[in-house]
């Protein structure tokens, strides 16, 4: 206990407190770096390989897609600046972003074994010099805490706050949803329940795929998650991406997939991003009455004396 030990101990404590005062400053530093964007869109892989960058340029100026009359371009007012985040994450549906625990969580949480990353980000969300993340890392995209779901940390207090919120999903839960109208309706409940009431929600099924096979499956499971929308008397808006016109265009489309050296097909689940385009196109007057409906201001009446 002579002086030298005394002044090396001394160090000690005085390097742990700088330590712990430099990591508690970093958390409220990442806290505040974060900024929730005002429009946020998540989907499945549809987003995250071929319509994330379409569905970015669309709610980034809602205006020019959808002319608005003069009392909704009022309405859009209500989205701020407008500032846009969209998240594709693999494999994953509504079962896993209500689920606490298990392998639904998993496909969300769970880092990929081969390549280490699971989604993409775009807009203000965007990881910079990232293409591809792994959920559960980095301030944007830390939705994994245990015995809590992935909607439960994204909705907490002082993180994501979106002024509109647009899930896009489908063919992750096709099979579920298509065989078992009880799962997709314990799915929707649950996501209604996961959400905060005020925040303004549009779910929309994904493009159509190649295959008709394919096609019929998630047709059934579209008309079963639609119908559980309806029986949840769900808040939010309900666009049907498997329509009779989306179909006709995508069915047996080459040009809207991407093709191996011979030619034929090789990913016969994910749009080119010229199909998004014209998907949207087909699909603009539905996308457009949604998002207005939802973000309609209550016209206050006025009696008089």
Same mark, same amino acid.
């Given at each position: 206990?002579?002086?030298?030990?005394?002044?090396?101990?001394?160090?000690?404590?005085?390097?742990?407190?700088?330590?712990?005062?430099?990591?508690?400053?970093?958390?409220?530093?990442?806290?505040?770096?974060?900024?929730?964007?005002?429009?946020?869109?998540?989907?499945?892989?549809?987003?995250?390989?071929? &319509?994330?960058?379409?569905?970015?340029?669309?709610?980034?100026?809602?205006? !020019?897609?959808?002319?608005?009359?003069?009392?909704?371009?009022?309405?859009? /007012?209500?989205?701020?600046?407008?500032?846009?985040? +969209?998240?594709?994450?693999?494999?994953?549906?509504?079962?896993?972003? +209500? !689920?606490?625990?298990?392998?639904?969580?998993?496909?969300?949480?769970?880092?990929?074994?081969?390549?280490?990353?699971?989604?993409? !980000?775009?807009?203000?969300?965007?990881? =910079?010099? /990232?293409?591809?993340?792994?959920?559960?890392?980095? *301030?944007?995209?830390?939705?994994? *805490?245990?015995?809590?779901?992935?909607?439960?940390?994204?909705?907490?207090?002082?993180?994501?706050?979106?002024?509109?919120?647009?899930?896009?999903?489908?063919?992750?839960?096709?099979?579920?949803?298509?065989?078992?109208?009880?799962?997709?309706? #314990?799915?929707?409940?649950?996501?209604?329940?996961?959400?905060?009431?005020?925040? @303004?929600?549009?779910?929309?099924?994904?493009? @159509? &795929?190649?295959?008709?096979?394919?096609?019929?499956?998630?047709?059934?499971?579209?008309? %079963?998650?639609?119908?559980?929308?309806?029986?949840?008397?769900?808040?939010?808006? $309900?666009?049907?991406?498997?329509?009779?016109?989306?179909?006709?265009?995508?069915?047996?489309?080459?040009?809207?997939?991407? #093709?191996?050296?011979?030619?034929?097909?090789?990913?016969? $689940?994910?749009? =080119?991003? %010229?199909? +998004? /385009?014209?998907?949207?196109?087909?699909?603009?007057?539905?996308?457009?009455? !949604?998002?207005?409906?939802?973000?309609?201001?209550?016209?206050?009446?006025? #009696?008089?004396?």
């Amino acid at each position: 206990w002579g002086p030298e030990f005394m002044k090396r101990l001394l160090q000690h404590f005085s390097i742990l407190a700088t330590l712990a005062c430099a990591a508690s400053f970093a958390t409220e530093s990442d806290a505040r770096d974060f900024t929730s964007p005002d429009i946020l869109v998540l989907g499945d892989s549809q987003l995250t390989f071929g &319509s994330g960058e379409v569905f970015l340029d669309f709610f980034t100026d809602i205006k !020019a897609h959808c002319s608005p009359t003069s009392s909704q371009a009022q309405d859009l /007012k209500s989205l701020g600046d407008m500032s846009v985040g +969209v998240l594709g994450v693999r494999a994953t549906s509504l079962d896993s972003w +209500v !689920a606490r625990k298990g392998k639904p969580k998993g496909k969300i949480c769970d880092v990929d074994p081969t390549w280490h990353v699971n989604a993409r !980000a775009f807009g203000i969300i965007m990881e =910079k010099n /990232k293409k591809y993340v792994q959920i559960g890392q980095h *301030e944007p995209f830390k939705f994994c *805490e245990p015995n809590r779901s992935p909607f439960e940390v994204m909705f907490q207090e002082g993180y994501y706050d979106p002024k509109l919120f647009i899930m896009s999903f489908l063919g992750n839960s096709a099979k579920r949803w298509a065989k078992d109208k009880e799962a997709a309706i #314990l799915d929707v409940k649950e996501t209604m329940r996961q959400i905060p009431q005020d925040v @303004p929600c549009v779910f929309m099924t994904t493009a @159509p &795929s190649f295959r008709k096979k394919t096609v019929d499956l998630r047709l059934k499971a579209q008309q %079963n998650v639609y119908e559980a929308f309806m029986e949840a008397n769900s808040r939010c808006s $309900f666009v049907q991406g498997h329509t009779p016109e989306t179909v006709k265009e995508n069915l047996g489309n080459k040009r809207y997939f991407r #093709l191996d050296k011979s030619g034929r097909v090789k990913d016969p $689940f994910h749009p =080119k991003p %010229n199909a +998004v /385009k014209k998907f949207f196109s087909i699909e603009m007057g539905d996308i457009c009455s !949604a998002i207005f409906q939802q973000i309609k201001v209550p016209t206050l009446l006025t #009696l008089a004396p």
